[in-house]
């Protein structure tokens, strides 16, 4: 199931990169397009199938749930940082 939903997710990139690609000066960016948005699809869909498979109400979609919110503020403590060191810098 999950093959199939990235076979799907490569060929709507395949359609999406020729839609954009419409003139020769742009196929470097068509490219860096389709490959980022399979990636993303995959990722993401790849994903869901796993979470859809474990029980609700269960440790791991918990753990899914923390992990993720962690994730997010670490992340906003890491550009907050960044940009406050960038500034401190230029000044």
Same mark, same amino acid.
């Given at each position: 199931?999950?093959?199939?939903?990235?076979?799907?997710?490569?060929?709507?990139?395949?359609?999406?990169?020729?839609?954009?690609?419409?003139?020769?000066?742009?196929?470097?960016?068509?490219?860096?397009?389709?490959?980022?948005?399979?990636?993303?699809?995959?990722?993401?869909?790849? /994903?869901?199938?796993?979470? +859809?498979?474990?029980?609700?109400?269960?440790? *791991?979609? &918990?753990?899914?749930? !923390?992990?993720?919110?962690? /994730?997010?503020?670490?992340? +906003?403590?890491?550009?907050?940082?960044?940009? *406050?060191? &960038?500034?401190?810098? !230029?000044?």
């Amino acid at each position: 199931m999950a093959l199939a939903g990235v076979k799907k997710g490569a060929a709507a990139a395949k359609q999406a990169v020729s839609t954009i690609a419409s003139s020769p000066s742009r196929i470097l960016d068509s490219t860096i397009y389709g490959v980022c948005y399979g990636l993303s699809y995959g990722a993401v869909f790849s /994903a869901l199938m796993v979470v +859809k498979m474990l029980p609700a109400d269960g440790l *791991a979609i &918990k753990g899914f749930h !923390e992990g993720a919110k962690a /994730a997010r503020k670490d992340f +906003k403590t890491h550009e907050y940082k960044h940009a *406050a060191e &960038k500034t401190v810098s !230029e000044s």
